[in-house]
């Protein structure tokens, strides 16, 4: 079955930096990549969707790519504020719309 | 902004009892989920429920588990004899469309601590 791999250190980051993480997938290729955001003790909340044959997407300070070459997704937040700490997660979307999440990367951002 | 409702928001139950957790998702999605989360843990899939009827389940939603639709708005999680192991994080979610990439809208969860 699939496998969603996220480093599972924290990223210490400083505002006004760009915060780049990184979900690796073991087996096939998934049509889709969503990212979420979680704050501690909330559900998660949507972020972006980037499809198999998309290089990128953006949405305000948010870009994702997607290489099916190196089965990898990466995540960037640019110019990133202390509102922005969180747990991100990276989620692949099977059939009927089942989410499998990686255990996420916990970035906090320094003022 | 259209949101999943949750309820309770935490619930603790002795070992061997029934719960029953509730969920009024999104009014025109028509597809439902159940999700949970142990502390520390990710977000596990249990199941996924359409058109009244189960589409998928994980092999964690046992015989212990199911899940109902009642009426036109509430969607439910029971177990039925509670283990100190299903203490987590439960959150429902709902979306419009099931086709892959479809985002999902999550509740706020409830906390289940089985003690």
């Known amino acids: 079955s699939q496998k969603i791999e996220q480093n599972s250190e924290a990223l210490n980051i400083q505002e006004g ?3 780049t ?3 690796n997938y073991t087996n096939y290729s998934p049509a889709y990549l969503q990212w979420y955001r979680q704050d501690p003790g909330r559900g998660p909340v949507f972020l972006l969707l980037i499809r198999e044959n ?3 997407k953006r949405k305000e300070r948010l870009k994702v790519t997607f290489d099916t070459t190196l089965k990898q997704s ?3 937040i640019t110019a990133s504020q ?3 700490s969180a747990t991100y997660l990276c989620a692949s979307t099977d059939s009927w719309g089942k989410l499998q999440f990686g255990a996420g990367t916990q970035v906090v951002v320094t003022p | 902004e259209p949101e999943v409702t949750q309820t309770p928001s935490h619930q603790v139950t002795q070992m061997g009892q029934e719960v029953i957790l509730r969920c009024v998702p999104i009014s025109n999605h028509l597809y439902f989920y159940w999700y949970r989360q142990i502390l ?3 977000v596990e899939f249990l199941v996924s429920f359409y058109n009244n009827e189960i589409s998928e389940k994980s092999e964690i939603f046992d015989d212990q588990f199911s899940v109902e639709r009642p009426d036109g708005s509430n969607f439910t999680l029971k177990i039925r004899s509670t283990k100190l192991e299903d203490s987590a994080m439960y959150f429902c979610a709902s979306s419009e469309v099931s ?3 479809t985002e999902a809208f999550f509740g ?3 906390r289940l601590t089985v003690v």
Do not use: I, M, N, V
Request: hydrophobic share 20%; charged share 30%.
């Open chain 2, 108 to 110: 706020q969860g409830t």
């Open chain 1, 21 to 23: 993480l990184t979900c």
């Open chain 2, 40 to 42: 520390g843990q990710k």
């Open chain 2, 99 to 101: 086709y892959r990439g």
């Open chain 1, 74 to 76: 990466l995540f960037h």
């Open chain 1, 17 to 19: 930096k760009t915060a």
């Open chain 1, 54 to 56: 998309e290089k990128e």
């Open chain 1, 82 to 84: 202390p509102a922005d």
